[in-house]
């Protein structure tokens, strides 16, 4: 049977607010004071932010206004970055220690690279953490390979917790939370359970599916935007009554998820990042967590290249520790991927570039040098020449 939605208990705070303004942000027309409070009351309310959490970092160049309203609701003070400070680590690390930062906001690419810089540095640099109480990762998937590098290089010395949030602009922002496992074997991390006044849905072909089966992850609630500017079209494509519930509105996120048995929901990508190559569903994201999990590499991106219209190739790009052995990091892909998922070509580059809000910026990798044989071939992989590529 499918199951039904998780209702979070409603709430009277965010109920009786009125809808206003236009997010210029995004361009979109939404329920300004109604939604975009509704995620700082929640977390007013929740133990892991408090008026105890005197100061609050973004490691990113948006998402002001939420942070805004914490100031207001949680009397807690923002602490901002130097211009341009999220590119570098140790002004971060200064700027927790100078005004002794108590909770920090990161993109996962971004947390990835801090977490990376720490791992170089001594134990002394990672004890100015020791006001640091919470860590909230969003706007990416956080992969495992993330929360077990948090628990090693933070967590296990300052005790603070990472939290998993999620949530698309259309619904401003923040929709769902996920309390990541401080010890112990991590090998998937849910975007969790939908936050106050927020319901999510499941579906495929106008139902439910069951725990376990993949559909489209869609929202309700008093976050939902009441459309897009100028663009009724788009709006009228995104925003529709509920198959499962009629009468109820819905953002339909365009996101792959499923039920788990213990009530939280799995994010498993986009749907535009699923793709086909001869036939067979590729998903690009459980390619780039598999070549985490490999001890000499530090992060990855996979995408698809079609260097002709007959051919397609999947390109996985990492950033190493130190020089690593092609051999074994396939045999540990082949492992846990099928063969067709296994990547064709592997390039080496010196850090994953990053959008000016933090996110992993595809469109800007290098272009992969591919030879005639490799795309007659699909790219059988063997050692590569010195230089970019490994």
Not at 306 to 329: F, K, T
Request: charged share 25%; with cysteine; aromatic share 6%.
């Amino acid at each position: 049977m499918p199951r039904p939605p998780v209702r979070a208990k409603e709430r009277t705070e965010c109920a009786e607010l009125k809808p206003a303004g236009v997010q210029f942000a995004r361009v979109l027309f939404g329920r300004h004071e109604t939604s975009d409070v509704r995620a700082p009351v929640w977390n007013s309310r929740q133990p892991r932010v408090d008026r105890h959490d005197n100061k609050r970092t973004q490691v990113r160049r948006s998402r002001f206004q939420q942070s805004a309203f914490l100031i207001e609701i949680q009397r807690a003070a923002l602490c901002f970055l130097m211009p341009g400070g999220e590119r570098y680590p140790l002004a971060i690390v200064e700027t927790i220690r100078r005004a002794r930062v108590s909770v920090l906001h990161f993109v996962p690419s971004m947390l990835n690279v801090f977490l990376e810089y720490l791992d170089a540095k001594p134990s002394s640099v990672r004890s100015s953490f020791s006001t640091v109480r919470h860590v909230f990762a969003s706007g990416e998937a956080l992969a495992p390979a993330h929360v077990r590098k948090f628990n090693d290089l933070v967590a296990g010395i300052t005790g603070a917790r990472l939290i998993n949030l999620y949530g698309p602009t259309e619904a401003t922002v923040d929709v769902t939370y996920f309390d990541c496992p401080a010890e112990g074997n991590v090998d998937r991390i849910p975007i969790g359970r939908p936050i106050d006044n927020m319901r999510l849905y499941v579906l495929r072909d106008g139902r439910q599916v069951p725990i376990g089966e993949t559909g489209e992850l869609c929202i309700a609630g008093v976050g939902l935007a009441r459309g897009y500017l100028n663009n009724p079209g788009l709006t009228a494509e995104k925003f529709t009554d509920n198959p499962a519930n009629p009468g109820e509105r819905i953002y339909r996120t365009g996101d792959v998820a499923r039920w788990l048995p213990d009530g939280n929901v799995e994010y498993l990508g986009r749907d535009d990042n699923q793709v086909k190559i001869r036939g067979l569903r590729i998903e690009l994201g459980e390619i780039e967590n598999a070549i985490r999990e490999h001890p000499g590499v530090a992060d990855a991106v996979a995408v698809v290249r079609r260097p002709s219209e007959a051919v397609a190739m999947i390109i996985a790009y990492i950033v190493c520790r130190h020089e690593i052995d092609l051999a074994s990091l396939k045999r540990r892909l082949k492992e846990v991927l099928p063969e067709y998922m296994i990547p064709n070509q592997f390039e080496k580059i010196d850090a994953i570039p990053l959008t000016p809000s933090g996110k992993a910026d595809r469109k800007a990798l290098p272009e992969p040098t591919v030879s005639a044989a490799q795309s007659t071939s699909h790219a059988e992989i063997g050692s590569m020449p010195a230089g970019s590529r490994v």
